[in-house]
């Protein structure tokens, strides 16, 4: 999903305590320097059907609601579904 300013809602799957998780955060984080984005980390312990979805795969990267990437997050793929949903 791409906002009014074309930046584009990137959402990461997580749970506490996952360092893989953390790390992915970091790299994203990152990216989100360089790209419109604007990063949103999302808890599956909040949600029994995330949760059900994906407690084996974390972390899990989804653009505009797309999953494009799990373990081990590809941010060449991240960067690609941004730029492609900005159009």
């Known amino acids: 999903m791409t906002d009014a300013d074309g930046v584009v809602e990137v959402t990461l799957y997580e749970r506490a305590g996952c360092h893989l998780c953390e790390a992915a955060a970091a790299r994203l984080e990152a990216l989100a320097v360089t790209l419109p984005m604007r990063l949103e980390r999302v808890d599956i312990e909040s949600d029994e059907d ?12 989804a653009v505009g609601g797309m999953v494009v990437t799990r373990e081990p997050v590809d941010l060449e793929a ?7 949903a900005r159009g």
């Open 50 to 61: 995330l949760h059900r979805r994906f407690l084996v795969e974390i972390p899990v990267v």
């Open 78 to 84: 991240v960067r690609a579904a941004v730029l492609a």
